[in-house]
């Protein structure tokens, strides 16, 4: 579940990031806030334990955060590799979707 959640936390944050942040300006502090908001909020319902996120522009990374722990008193850092089991056939799936 928390996968799938993670999966689909990903393409909600590039759906966000694509559709209300025009190309020709910068992020918004006040949308980068709100996305912080709604992870600690997440974490704090229990919906989390952790998560990072990460926005790209032009191939740049413009965004980068970790949030709660990934394991019991460990916090979340950027550069956590998680385990994405079957989750690699959505990926494929969504490429594949996308280069039709």
């Known amino acids: 579940m928390l996968f799938l959640f993670s999966f689909l936390l990903i393409h909600f944050l590039k759906l966000f990031c694509n ?3 025009p190309k020709h300006k910068a992020l ?3 949308r980068l806030k709100q996305i912080d908001a709604n992870i600690n909020q997440w974490i704090k319902e229990g919906q989390l334990n952790g998560a990072t996120a990460i ?3 032009n ?3 413009v ?3 970790a949030f709660g722990f990934a394991s019991e008193n460990v916090p979340m850092k950027t550069d956590n590799i998680f385990r994405i ?3 690699t056939k959505a990926y494929h799936q969504r490429g ?3 280069a039709v």
Do not use: F, T, V
């Open 19 to 21: 559709q209300s942040i």
């Open 28 to 30: 918004s502090s006040e």
């Open 55 to 57: 926005i790209l522009r």
């Open 59 to 61: 191939g740049k990374i």
């Open 63 to 65: 965004y980068h955060k």
């Open 85 to 87: 089991a079957s989750m």
């Open 96 to 98: 594949c979707h996308d």
